[in-house]
């Protein structure tokens, strides 16, 4: 069984967000997080929770109790979904017309 460090520093990875930007849209000091990441400090429920959403899972899985599911396509998908979560409306518009062209493109 893996760390709590070890399954946050591997998620991120995962989803190729750096320990900075998880700490950003967690809400949390470069600092704190750092010191979850190193296994020098371990975060109150609350923040597990916030941290289990940006890494797009759940705290079960970082605290080493469950696995992150086999099918192969969970890790892109979360990839995508954390990109998403960081930007605005706007450009969250503009990333659905672009899907939604692509998807016409390739069944028309």
Do not use: H
Request: aromatic share 4%.
């Amino acid at each position: 069984m893996d760390s709590f460090s070890d399954t946050l520093r591997r998620r991120a990875a995962d989803l190729g967000i750096s320990n900075a930007e998880v700490a950003r849209r967690a809400g949390l000091t470069e600092r704190r997080y750092g010191n979850y990441v190193s296994g020098r400090r371990e975060p109150d429920l609350a923040t597990l929770v916030r941290i289990a959403r940006v890494l797009e899972t759940t705290p079960n899985v970082l605290l080493g109790f469950e696995e992150i599911g086999s099918n192969g396509g969970d890790a892109l998908r979360a990839k995508i979904n954390s990109a998403v979560a960081a930007l605005g409306n706007d450009d969250r518009e503009t990333l659905a017309a672009c899907a939604e062209a692509i998807v016409k493109l390739r069944s028309g």
